[in-house]
């Protein structure tokens, strides 16, 4: 049974605010300039923020991209922990179909932030920070998502498995992204096919929620927890 986890204060929900507004900030600047060519002084300008303000949240200019890359983990782990387990519905079905809802975007704001993620992979492939940033990211967010697993697929769990499937469904997560940020191809909406349909087959090739179900299907193939019948 999920318990769901106290609203944040007001005062939490400002600081989440102005982190968001200097994150998109330095996105903008890092698409249009590259990294090199900004400083945290340009970003907390264009924030609309005093550079105090800026290193008051970020270490680095790099690291205030950190709340916008996150932000789609924070939503997919929030959203999979509140659903979850199904009756006769096993842990491969359940994460496939989250992480497809996940990557596809259902609005205008979603599409934004897929759009966000290419430009800031793309940019981070010249930038060594601006990679350790991302790849921070993941690591906190596969983190956080062993407990949830945990949650879903039962008490009988083995622990090393657990941690390995959070681990797979992340890093299918990241290689979807990353892989998608090197093409052209556009992200599938919900009215249009994507992700797993309903035979579990995933369908819109190379479109980032086709890529990460092929992914975890890839490095999930020889676990126990993702053995045969379990996702039946």
Request: glycine share 10%; aromatic share 4%; hydrophobic share 40%.
């Amino acid at each position: 049974m999920s318990t769901k986890p106290p609203s944040p204060s007001l005062t939490e929900r400002r600081k989440a605010a102005t982190q968001l507004d200097i994150a998109r900030a330095a996105a903008e600047l890092f698409t249009e300039r590259g990294p090199d060519g900004t400083t945290a002084e340009d970003i907390a300008h264009r924030a609309g923020v005093a550079l105090r303000t800026f290193y008051r949240y970020f270490r680095s200019k790099q690291d205030a991209v950190a709340p916008l890359l996150a932000g789609g983990a924070d939503r997919w782990r929030e959203q999979l922990a509140a659903a979850g387990p199904e009756p006769g519905t096993g842990l491969p079905r359940l994460l496939e179909r989250s992480i497809a809802a996940s990557l596809t975007p259902a609005d205008e704001a979603g599409a934004e932030g897929l759009r966000w993620t290419r430009g800031l992979l793309r940019a981070a492939a010249e930038d060594p920070a601006l990679r350790a940033v991302w790849y921070r990211v993941n690591q906190e967010s596969e983190e956080r998502l062993r407990e949830v697993v945990a949650a879903l697929a039962g008490p009988g769990a083995d622990p090393l498995e657990v941690r390995l499937a959070a681990a797979a469904a992340t890093d299918a997560i990241r290689i979807a992204l990353e892989s998608w940020a090197e093409t052209e191809t556009e992200a599938e909406t919900e009215t249009g096919a994507t992700g797993p349909d309903a035979e579990g087959s995933p369908d819109a090739e190379g479109s980032p929620a086709a890529l990460a179900v092929r992914c975890l299907r890839e490095l999930t193939g020889g676990m126990r927890l993702f053995g045969p019948g379990v996702s039946e």
